[in-house]
């Protein structure tokens, strides 16, 4: 009997120290900085639900940098060539804020991470990546390169 204690014994403490060492296989791949950085382009941009990439934003390039700045080319009217500043202002599973030289820009990655959606409202006021006279809700629909 004292030797069946002692197998069942070893069996579970084994069992035990095996399972503890599993633990989680946290692969939580990039984070959130990491999956904006780098050039995108305009796969298509509507503006009130109207596709404007063309003529408008056939060569729309916009380049995320690590350091918070980023950089436009063929963005405007609605984004400056010479580009600003973007930090993450909310983060959940499937939508992410951000704020661009102050406007409040709601993103989406695809599947993938070579996908992303910009979304955002601009009114008539001049501020940071916006300019007037461009009123209505936009969407920018960019591919990784």
């Known amino acids: 009997m004292k030797k069946l204690k002692y197998i069942f014994s070893v069996v579970a403490l ?4 095996t399972f503890m060492s ?5 692969s939580s791949g990039p984070s959130d900085i990491d999956r904006f950085v780098g050039a995108w382009t305009a796969s298509s941009v509507t503006l009130n639900d109207f596709d404007v990439t063309s003529p408008s934003y056939s060569d729309f390039r916009i380049t995320f940098n690590s350091d918070g700045s980023y950089i436009t080319v063929g963005g405007d009217p609605v984004f400056t060539n010479t580009g600003g500043f973007w930090t993450i202002s909310s983060s959940s599973a499937s939508n992410i804020g951000l704020d661009v030289d102050g406007v409040a820009v709601q993103a989406g990655f695809g599947a993938d991470d070579t996908t992303l959606t910009l979304t955002f409202t601009a009114t008539d006021e001049v501020i940071g990546a916006r300019t007037s006279g461009l009123a209505g809700n936009y969407v920018f629909t960019l591919a990784k390169q």
């Open 14 to 17: 084994s069992s035990l120290v």
């Open 22 to 26: 599993c633990g989680d296989d946290d």
